[in-house]
T-cell receptor, first 117, second 112 residues
Framework: GAVVSQHPSRVICKSGTSVKIECRSL??????MFWYRQFPKKSLMLMAT?????????EQGVEKDKFLINHASLTLSTLTVTSAHPEDSSFYIC?????????????FGPGTRLTVL | LAKTTQPISMDSYEGQEVNITCSHN???????ITWYQQFPSQGPRFIIQ???TKVTNEVASLFIPADRKSSTLSLPRVSLSDTAVYYC?????????????FGTGTKLQVIP
């Protein structure tokens, strides 16, 4: 149990286009999901905290108009990279916490590799 | 959020016990310590979490001294498949979740 999926796993797009990444908790409900970005050989950087039914909370330095986050249900959060540019190329990872789960652990998705040409 | 400091890399032979120490001098009273493992191009995977003293599960042990300014992840008898980056995270649990900041992590290389 406690599986988080992401779709797509890999996407290549042209500069200026928008890309949507889905994060789903497959077998549990997640009122809160987190979005991270990871550059090659670097650590994960928290971008935003996504709460079901409300606006996401963005970390300092993350443009909310560029990285649109929607958490429409207890099992789905989406990240849309708008007008993507090559510098947005990165590994995007989501995570979800299972309410009243053991150890309050976050369950991470497999990640989405975004390449902007 | 408390900042953590870990060794950048470690090497170990197969079958040995590996101890990775993390410093978190500014840990707050309500902060928990959590360790994750990450393989290349994959999301992190939870290993163990603790607040104080010692915690043990089927894959690892976590040692936390009384002052909680550091913690040590102990991996018994590592195998080649344990080669990965290990992250020590510190954060408060609120609403059932722990908001964390990832540090640099420790790249563990297990040698045959």
């Amino acid at each position: 149990g406690a599986v988080v999926s992401q779709h797509p796993s890999r996407v290549i797009c042209k500069s200026g286009t928008s890309v949507k990444i889905e994060c789903r908790s497959l077998d549990f409900q997640a009122t809160t999901m987190f979005w991270y970005r990871q550059f090659p050989k670097k650590s994960l950087m928290l971008m935003a905290t996504s709460n079901e039914g409300s606006k996401a909370t963005y970390e300092q330095g993350v443009e909310k108009d560029k990285f649109l986050i929607n958490h429409a249900s207890l099992t789905l959060s989406t990240l849309t990279v708008t007008s993507a540019h090559p510098e947005d190329s990165s590994f995007y990872i989501c995570s979800a916490g299972r309410l009243a789960g053991v150890d309050n652990e976050q369950f991470f998705g497999p990640g989405t590799r975004l390449t902007v040409l | 959020l408390a900042k953590t400091t870990q060794p950048i890399s470690m090497d170990s032979y197969e079958g040995q016990e590996v101890n990775i120490t993390c410093s978190h001098n500014n840990i707050a009273t309500n902060d928990y310590i959590t360790w994750y493992q990450q393989f290349p191009s994959q999301g992190p995977r939870f290993i163990i979490q603790g607040y104080k003293t010692k915690v043990t599960n089927e894959v690892a042990s976590l040692f936390i001294p009384a002052d909680r300014k550091s913690s040590t992840l102990s991996l018994p008898r590592v195998s080649l498949s344990d080669t990965a980056v290990y992250y020590c995270l510190v954060g408060e649990i609120s609403g059932g979740y722990q908001k964390v900041t990832f540090g640099t992590g420790t790249k563990l290389q297990v040698i045959p």
